[in-house]
């Protein structure tokens, strides 16, 4: 659904608080239409990322997971050489 949002459990280091405000951002933008509200609708979507953020930051506090966490550099390395594949010519 949004190709922005990234994978943000299971990391070391974990998600930032920034972090997880981008992607309930991405979030609310994608099932609103509005990449910017106008000024009679900034209350309510600045509302929606702020819920949508406490939420998604009290899930990740509470998954359990056996495997070990993912490096973020290697997780990048690996989604730049899937990108030049796709797009390579």
Do not use: W
Not at 9 to 18: I, K
């Amino acid at each position: 659904m949004c190709r922005n949002i990234k994978t943000l459990y299971n990391f070391d280091p974990p998600a930032t608080d920034e972090e997880i405000v981008a992607a309930a951002l991405q979030f609310i933008r994608k099932i609103s239409g509005f990449s910017k509200p106008s000024l009679v609708n900034q209350a309510a979507f600045d509302d929606a990322i702020e819920k949508i953020a406490e939420v998604s930051s009290h899930f990740l506090d509470t998954l359990e997971t056996n495997s070990p966490p993912k490096n973020r550099e290697v997780e990048r390395s690996k989604a730049r050489a899937r990108n030049a594949k796709r797009y390579s010519t």
